[in-house]
Antibody, heavy 124, light 110 residues
């Protein structure tokens, strides 16, 4: 069974930037769509964004609250998923989970593998 | 405020059944497949149900899902102490062009 391990979280000031990484193992990363999901303290899950596999075009999509401030990218040679976050706000404080995103041609979307998460705190 | 509506908490005794509702609209549940996730705090969440009612390998058949119109339900039968967790529904919302989740339901085994 595969594994996802996130890193890069920490404390950052409002307006700052941070890049999260997720190392994938145990599955064909280059063929997988990948995604980031976050959970603010005491809140529910919130989708951040996704990236298609390169064979499927490699395009990205983002949730409205973060669009324009975050970028999801991938390095298939290293099996690493990234989340670049700029212009961070206090409301971006959350645990960020790396997930494998399962999407079918008939419209089924789900997150079938999750990492343990990395905490991002935005505070002055 | 989450796009999908779930009860904040439910409880039941061991061996009993609990059903978790997830209510949405025509732009999300009404036109997309629903998935369900189990999250024990400080651990990795896991997929319980996808495509409304399908279980990934390794998920016990005590967990089942269903969908009708703009609502979905997760049922857990034969409740066990290990089932204490937060449960989330999720789906694609075509109006928002975004994955949306419910606010989560905390299940307590009495």
């Amino acid at each position: 069974e595969g594994q996802l391990v996130e890193s890069g979280g920490g404390l950052v000031k409002p307006g700052g930037s941070l890049r999260l990484s997720c190392v994938a193992s145990g599955f064909a990363f280059n063929n997988a769509w990948m995604s980031w999901v976050r959970q603010a303290p005491g809140k529910g899950m919130e989708w951040v964004g996704r990236i298609r596999s390169k064979p499927d075009g490699g395009a990205t999509d983002y949730a409205p609250p973060v669009k324009g401030r975050v970028t999801v990218s991938r390095d298939d040679s290293k099996n690493i998923l990234y989340l670049q976050m700029n212009g961070l706000k206090t409301e971006d404080t959350a645990v960020y989970y790396c997930t494998r995103y399962s999407s079918t041609w008939y419209g089924s979307d789900s997150f079938d593998m999750w990492g343990q998460g990395t905490m991002v705190t935005v505070s002055s | 405020q989450s796009v999908l509506t779930q009860p904040p908490s439910l409880s039941a005794a061991p061996g009993q059944m609990v059903t978790i509702s997830c209510s949405g609209s025509s732009s999300n549940i009404g036109s997309s497949y629903v998935s369900w996730y189990q999250h024990v705090p400080r651990t990795a969440p896991r997929l319980l149900i996808y495509e409304n009612n399908r279980r990934p390998s390794g998920i016990p058949d005590r967990f089942s899902g269903s969908k009708s119109a703009t609502s979905a339900t997760l049922a857990i039968t034969g409740l066990q102490t290990g089932d204490e967790a937060d449960y989330y529904c999720g789906t694609w919302d075509s109006s928002l062009s975004s994955v949306v989740f419910g606010g989560g339901t905390k299940v307590t085994v009495l």
